[in-house]
């Protein structure tokens, strides 16, 4: 094989350096919950959402007088608080189809 050839079989045979974009069809591509039509690839718009819990700022004390750490996992007496235990974006879009608003969870 002559040295041009041999680069361009390099070249087609290289993984790229980026992954692919998926495209319509491939597993993992977003598909509407109701009809089963292809969606955007992009979300129309993103919300976000947290679950808060509040903390009252006094470590636990076990039966067996072992202190224990605060709601918030901090081991000193301090002031009450609201702290966040789990965040996720709900990522919306909408069907062309039938019209349905698909929302998937990324947490």
Not at 33 to 46: A, H, I, M, Q, Y
Not at 64 to 73: F, P
Request: aromatic share 6%; charged share 25%.
């Amino acid at each position: 094989m002559t040295s041009l050839g041999a680069r361009f079989d390099a070249w087609l045979t290289t993984p790229p350096e980026e992954p692919d974009i998926l495209i319509p069809g491939d597993p993992g591509y977003p598909r509407c919950g109701r009809c089963g039509r292809f969606l955007k690839r992009e979300p129309e718009s993103v919300t976000t959402g947290e679950l808060r819990e509040h903390c009252d700022g006094i470590p636990a004390l076990h039966a067996q007088r072992v202190l224990l750490d605060a709601a918030c996992g901090t081991f000193r007496e301090h002031a009450p608080h609201e702290f966040t235990t789990h965040g996720w974006d709900e990522q919306h879009r909408t069907c062309k189809g039938c019209g349905h608003d698909n929302i998937t969870i990324d947490a």
